[in-house]
Antibody, heavy 114, light 110 residues
């Protein structure tokens, strides 16, 4: 059974770039026909769809974040990466990765603060 | 900006039935929006219950069902259990590629 684990800095300064990875075990990220999606959730608030990448590399992004977000595959490490530039306090949230929106990681908290 | 609307809160009695709905600001929700439903309990990651409007996962309790109802996506819980108390989110895909979550429904079993 596939397992996903998000990781990255828990604290990022305003205006810097947030970089997270989602490490996948129990399956290869470049096999099959899957979408790997990033979702975030500010404390006490709802879920926000950030974007996704297909096994073959095609990406789709939330229009409100498109200018700042990049999602990519690192097949050598079996990881999916998320980069979000020019962060502000509004980007403080728990960030989740998911495969086909059915297999989820446990999430990682990222705080944007100086 | 596309908005997906859910009831902010609902209450159901143990053993009772409740229907949560998911509406789109663009019009009627159809199967082409690939509606999904998620359950989230405090401190946990969301768990998918329904995909493609009506399809259950192997882990989805039989008491949950999904449908399209009156231009909305719907999640019906029949025979509510205390452990069903949670936040429920729907997700719609626009143009087959852009996902938008609803604001969530806080379901109380009381």
């Amino acid at each position: 059974q596939v397992q996903l684990q998000e990781s990255g800095p828990g604290l990022v300064k305003p205006s810097q770039t947030l970089s997270l990875t989602c490490t996948v075990s129990g399956g290869s990220i470049n096999s099959g026909d899957y979408y790997w999606t990033w979702v975030r959730q500010p404390a006490g608030k709802g879920l926000e769809w950030i974007g996704r990448i297909h096994t073959k590399g095609a990406t789709n992004y939330n229009p409100s974040l498109r200018s700042r977000v990049t999602i990519s595959l690192d097949t050598s490490q079996n990881q999916i990466s998320l980069r979000l530039s020019s962060v502000t306090a509004a980007d403080t949230a728990v960030y989740y990765c998911a495969r086909q929106m059915s297999d989820w990681g446990q999430g990682t908290l990222v705080t944007v603060s100086s | 900006q596309t908005v997906v609307t859910q009831e902010p809160s609902l209450t159901v009695s143990p053993g009772g039935t409740v229907t949560l709905t998911c509406a789109s600001s663009t019009g009627a929700v159809t199967s082409g929006y690939y509606p999904m439903w998620f359950q989230q309990k405090p401190g946990q990651a969301p768990r998918s219950l329904i995909h493609s409007a009506t399809n259950k996962h192997s882990w989805t309790p039989a008491r949950f069902s999904g449908s399209l109802l009156g231009g909305k996506a719907a999640l019906t819980l029949s025979g509510a259990q205390p452990e069903d108390e949670a936040e429920y989110y729907c997700l719609l895909y626009y143009g087959g590629s852009q996902g938008v979550f609803g604001g969530g429904t806080k379901l109380t079993v009381l």
